[in-house]
């Protein structure tokens, strides 16, 4: 239903919504908004991948987008676990305090 | 303000979006462009808001307005499995999970920005205008353009058959030629939740189990005796007057033998 020439647009946003996401993971120091950046990334792909599939009339676009949604959950079921975990021994989920593997 | 005007207009705004290719001209019903541009503007809008949020709970809300975007633009590229799937997994399973997290770990952050020299800060500002801009290029060249012959004719501009973007399209797809990623990810999922318990199980050692009950002591425990003299006061009736149990002190033995021997 979005008019065919709106599909750059579409793909437009894609790459914002990307890029937006890159700027989340680099520039805030928060563990879980970093999280929360990278579910930004992936749900970026999907609408690329959505709209190719659109494009070509091909299904297997919906097939890819759809593991990836249950990728990106069990990656955020785990990052956010992690974060406890770490939260637990150091006390603080600033991304700049993790520096134990630091020269 | 007529009712007929109203529907006309309602029915405007919710018309099965055909375009009318003639010539060169595209014509598109004015209601799914506004849509259109709103859910773009909701998504991206929200995303920026996220990450620009001091307050993690805000964070969340902007983000689930976001994702709520997405599955918006989702519906009107025909996938509406995926956007009910995106709504019900992102924005109802994965931005509650968030939230739990946030409401363990609350800590505010003393500094949430990175803050680096200003030659750094140009450098990486001049990096990120040139990804999104390099990345916008691609994709446009990529996507389908409305005046270059080429470009129209690879991309089908018709709307799609009937099943498209259905779960019955999707299942004819998941167990044919996708029944390995399929299976594979269900063996995924349970092993994040087997690695999510682990992860973030408690580490203090438990005080006691019923299990460990060392033999022979299970059954020693006697029952408790209590003297005949502190049965006395003890007035099985709650609502007994005082001179009634005064009186009954008169038969304290009998009392007190029926009352021990509804002890046992």
Known sequence: MVPFHYLNYLLLLGALL??????????RRNALLALMSIELMLNAANLTLLTFARAHHDMRGHALAFL?????????AI??????GVFRNRRSTNLDDLNLMKY | MNATGTMALLSG???????VVAGDQISFPLGPRVIFWLLCLLT???????????????????????????????????????????VLVYAGGIMVLFVFVIMVLNREESEPWVVRSPITRALGMGALV???????????????????????????????????????GMGSLFFTDYLFPFEAISILLV????????????????ATSIYDVPEGEIDQRQPQHVAQDQLEGISLHGDQVPAAAAAADDHGGAHGGGAHGGGH
């Open chain 2, 13 to 19: 705004l919710a018309a099965p979006a055909v375009e």
């Open chain 1, 18 to 27: 990307f890029t937006v996401g890159v700027i989340g993971v680099i520039w």
């Open chain 2, 191 to 206: 092993i994040a939740v087997i690695g999510a318990v682990v992860l973030a199980r408690s580490t203090v050692a438990r």
């Open chain 2, 130 to 168: 040139y990804l999104m801009v390099r990345l916008g290029q691609l994709l446009w060249a990529a996507g389908p353009k409305a005046d270059g012959p080429a470009g129209y004719l690879t991309f089908k501009p018709e709307p799609p058959p009937a099943d498209f973007g259905t779960i019955a």
């Open chain 2, 44 to 86: 991206l809008g929200g995303a920026i808001v996220t990450i620009t949020r001091k307050n993690l709970i805000g964070a969340v809300m902007a983000m689930v307005a976001t994702f709520f975007g997405i599955a918006g633009l989702y519906a009107m590229l025909f996938a509406h499995f995926l956007a009910a799937i995106q």
């Open chain 1, 68 to 76: 990836v949604i249950a990728v990106a959950a069990a990656e955020a």
């Open chain 1, 79 to 84: 990052g956010l676990a992690i974060v406890v």
